[in-house]
């Protein structure tokens, strides 16, 4: 296909059957995830993407003979390769028999979240998600470096006539939104703190909180939801998160027990633990939910500069 | 109780596959969105009281509530957005009703 | 009952899918995915019912509020200018 | 006998796909979707490796013996995540390259390249 607007189109399509395919496969959590990034954001940044690109693809010019007999035989040599894999659904599969039976079994009495895989993401493997964390930071800035542009500050006379303009056109949507936006943000709040007991916790929370940023800043203009928050706000928070995070890590290394042990935190090693799990998830979400804004905001950003740019140059 | 439950669930199952029906074989926008935004309300309405009679306890209902009246909010409010976008960028203004119409339908064949 | 409304769901979503490849226009497109999120925010609370665990209702809340900013989005960004212009081009 | 491994199939496909879209085209947007696809697939064989016959999602509940593998579902969680972020990175890389040579097609950049020296 040709026409990269169907591309995406369609892979946002593929992204909610995936997210169904792994609510199927009892990977709630997982669904979460993929229900908010994969459905929204990644779509919404594509397109952003294609508008400052073009929209269709060139034909090209060679022969896609030699790239199909790669795939073909790649694909052949993979499939052999499952030959020895063990069965879907069997309960004897090696994965299963190494450390998941102690999750099931004893995180209750270590832990005491009933959600099994907010108590693996936070506490056992604490370590591990922290990293992940620091990734999604430094993506973030990444996209910050490349794609920031020096802001001509406009006055707010003409952002308003621009409003007022706007208000006319998209008076349903506005007003839907304006009931909206405060349940979205208030059931972001709800899934980063009942993520002990259901599905959810920081990333999901994190990436919903942004979703209803966006909308904002898509309905009422990037200059109005830059005004309501600010850029160089959301950045100290980016990082406010990640510090959080590492500090709760230091604090349990002064009080003499391992990175990121949280049973300290507390004089009851369970209340402890709750306490260590609630600050990470904070951390968290606050690094998730900033990162997506600020990576929207700046592809967003450039694109109304190209088009004023372009504006002025047909004038 | 159940008895209800089950007619509702296949009331919605019929809307459903009637949109998808009117999706496939109208012949040009306008009249799909038309087959789609009117069943899609109803049939999401029908199914999902069908599933709170299933479970009538606390917890699950108000859940089921919440996602009917979102649901109640946002397919109309969709639908519209994406009409009027539809409307705003193939028709030139000024013009009759009747004419839009053709217009509409020649240049998206 | 609820494995055939899941059944007749997962038909509908075949249905939207094959309108969203042919798709003539950019709007059928969208429309596709409008109503294939829609289907899959029932397919979501369906699915939750015949596992037997319908605490699960949350995606599907997800489901509901992310399909609507993505249409917007898509919407908004359709209507860019770019896009009018590539389309005068080509008339 | 051998239908016990269709999901490594599945996957393999999906991967192959991806691969391919990857290694093909020569547009550098499509290429990330194709990433997305190969992504997307890694994911699917994690978690359909996770899933046990009659385990329930893994939320301790009473009554419930049998859990799927939590493991697995905790490292694609933040994986989506990440990758989300550095699918961003990608896109933000190619609207740059955009700018700079005024096409995001492989085989016009490298011409430019080449003009150059």
């Not at chain 1, 972001?188 to 920081?202: C, I, R, S, T, W």
């Not at chain 2, 008895?3 to 029906?21: A, D």
Request: aromatic content about 10%; charged content about 15%; hydrophobic content about 50%.
């Amino acid at each position: 296909m040709k026409d990269l607007f169907a591309v995406i189109m369609l892979s946002g399509i593929y992204g909610l059957l995936s997210a169904s395919f792994f609510v199927s496969m009892d990977a709630v959590d997982v669904a979460f995830t993929e229900a908010s990034v994969g459905a929204g954001i990644s779509t919404l940044l594509m397109l952003v993407a294609i508008t400052m690109t073009g929209r269709t693809e060139n034909p090209s010019r060679h022969k896609p003979l030699l790239a199909l007999a790669v795939v073909i035989v790649t694909g052949s040599l993979l499939i052999y390769g499952t030959l020895d894999m063990p069965y879907f659904g069997s309960a004897q599969a090696p994965i299963h028999q190494h450390v998941a039976p102690r999750y099931i079994n004893d995180s209750m009495q270590e832990v005491g979240v009933p959600n099994i895989v907010t108590s693996v993401l936070a506490s056992y493997r604490a370590f591990d998600t922290f990293g992940e964390v620091v990734v999604i930071f430094t993506a973030g800035m990444g996209v910050l470096a490349l794609l920031s542009a020096v802001r001509r500050p406009r006055d707010v006379a003409e952002i308003d006539s621009f409003n007022k303009s706007m208000y006319e056109e998209h008076l349903i949507l506005r007003i839907v939104a304006k009931m909206l936006i405060p349940f979205i943000l208030l059931f972001a709040l709800y899934v980063q703190f009942h993520g002990d007991y259901g599905p959810g916790g920081g990333f999901q929370a994190g990436v919903i909180f942004a979703a209803a940023i966006i909308l904002y800043a898509m309905l009422f203009g990037m200059n109005t939801a830059r005004r309501v928050i600010n850029q160089s706000f959301i950045q100290l928070f980016a990082a406010i998160g990640v510090l959080l995070y590492g500090s709760v890590g230091v604090i349990s290394l002064l009080n003499g027990k391992n990175f990121l042990d949280y049973s300290i935190l507390s004089a009851d090693p369970i209340a402890g633990q709750h306490l260590g799990i609630l600050l990470i998830e904070l951390g968290v979400g606050f690094t998730v939910a900033s990162v997506m804004v600020i990576i929207f905001f700046n592809f967003a950003g450039r694109r109304n500069n190209q088009q004023n740019k372009e504006n002025n140059d047909s004038c | 109780m159940n008895i209800s439950s089950v007619l509702l669930l296949l009331i919605g199952s019929f809307l459903c596959i009637s949109g998808g029906v009117g999706i496939l074989r109208f012949p040009d926008f306008y009249t799909r969105m038309h087959a789609v935004g009117v069943t899609e309300t109803l049939a999401t309405a029908m199914i999902l009281i069908g599933l709170m009679l299933q479970n009538p306890d606390g917890l699950v209902v108000v859940k089921l509530m919440i996602i009917l009246l979102m649901t109640l909010f946002i397919s109309p409010t969709a639908s519209h957005a994406l009409a009027s976008a539809a409307v705003h960028n193939n028709l030139m203004p000024e013009l009759d009703n009747k004419e839009d119409n053709k217009k509409v339908k020649s240049s998206n064949p | 009952m609820l494995i055939a409304a899941t059944i007749a769901i997962l038909v509908v979503m075949i249905m939207a899918i094959v309108r969203g490849i042919m798709g003539p226009t950019l709007y059928d497109r969208i429309l596709a995915v409008n109503m294939f999120g829609t289907k899959t925010v029932l397919l979501i609370s369906l699915l939750g019912f015949v596992m037997g665990r319908p605490e699960f209702l949350d995606i599907a809340i997800v489901y509901a509020l992310i399909n609507f900013i993505s249409v917007i989005g898509v919407l908004h960004y359709s209507d860019a200018s770019i896009f009018k212009r590539s389309d005068q081009q080509k008339k | 006998m051998l239908m016990g491994l269709y999901n490594y199939w599945i996957v393999v496909v999906l991967m192959m796909v991806g691969f391919y879209i990857v290694i093909a085209h020569g547009n550098l947007i499509k290429k990330i979707v194709g990433l997305s696809i190969f992504q997307t697939s890694v994911f699917i064989f994690y978690i359909s490796m996770a899933k046990v016959e009659g385990g329930t999602a893994p939320i301790l509940a009473e009554g419930i013996r049998q859990y799927s593998n939590p493991l697995p579902h905790v490292l694609i969680l933040t994986a989506i995540v990440v990758g989300i972020a550095t699918t961003a990175l990608g896109l933000a890389l190619a609207v740059r390259i955009k700018e700079a040579y005024g096409s995001i097609e492989e085989e016009d950049i490298q011409k430019k390249d080449n003009l150059d020296c």
